[in-house]
């Protein structure tokens, strides 16, 4: 079946370092890739997307390339603020259902 | 404004009880999922209904049971037979089936089993 595998955390970092978060997945066809980001207490909300093999997500400064030969789709981010602090999760949507897999999650802290 | 709406945020329940968590949306969106968040464990399906009158088990839905009788309401119960209840439930919605897979999640609700 699907999975996902990302990197497990917890990540720290201190404000404006560098962020890369790996994952990789196995799937069969060709899966819509996500990253979700969820703060404290709350739900999960869609940070990027891709859809198909080469596409590049991006959105408030994070960035994800769909890269089908590796099977992955790292989050990078050039520059991390105190704000970015949550939890990341990598996922991907397949089949006729399209229900989405998770990963784990990688608990992200940067400290001013 | 659009959205999700989960109810309650916390929910307290002594075991051998039953509990439903309310999930209402008015995004017009056909499919509706249940997720369930635990530390560590990443989010694992419960349920998920792609119309109305219509769902289907996800990789865990020993102890819960869901119903679609209306397409913006998608109530779980958490049963007594589900023998490690406390976690963070999260309700999720999508628009029809020929989207790209992206979901739309509500705020969660916290079940702590006493």
């Known amino acids: 079946g699907d999975s996902v595998t990302q990197m497990e955390g917890p990540v720290t970092l201190s404000e404006e370092a560098f962020l890369t978060i790996n994952c990789t997945y196995t799937a069969t066809g060709y899966p819509s890739l996500f990253w979700y980001v969820q703060y404290p207490g709350e739900g999960l909300q869609l940070l990027l997307k891709a859809t198909k093999a080469d596409d590049k997500g991006s959105n408030k400064g994070f960035e994800a390339t769909y890269r089908k030969e590796t099977t992955s789709f790292h989050l990078e981010k050039g520059s991390v603020q105190v704000s970015d602090s949550a939890v990341y999760f990598c996922a991907l949507s397949g089949g006729s259902n399209y229900k989405l897999t998770f990963g784990k999650g990688t608990l992200l802290t940067v400290n001013p | 404004d659009g959205g999700i709406t989960q109810s309650p945020k916390y929910l307290f329940r002594k075991e051998g009880q039953n509990v439903t968590l309310s999930c209402e949306q008015n995004l017009n969106h056909d499919a509706m999922y249940w997720y369930r968040q635990d530390p560590g464990q990443g989010l694992r399906l419960i349920y998920y209904?792609?119309?109305?009158?219509?769902?289907q088990k996800g990789d865990i839905a020993e102890g819960y049971s869901v119903s679609r009788e209306k397409k913006e309401s998608f109530p779980l119960t958490v049963t007594s037979a589900q023998k490690n209840p406390t976690a963070f439930y999260l309700c999720?919605?999508?628009?029809?089936?020929?989207?790209?897979?992206?979901?739309?999640f509500g705020e969660g609700s916290r079940l702590t089993v006493l």
């Open positions: 209904s792609q119309i109305v009158n219509d769902f």
């Open positions: 999720a919605s999508r628009p029809g089936t020929r989207e790209t897979g992206e979901l739309f």
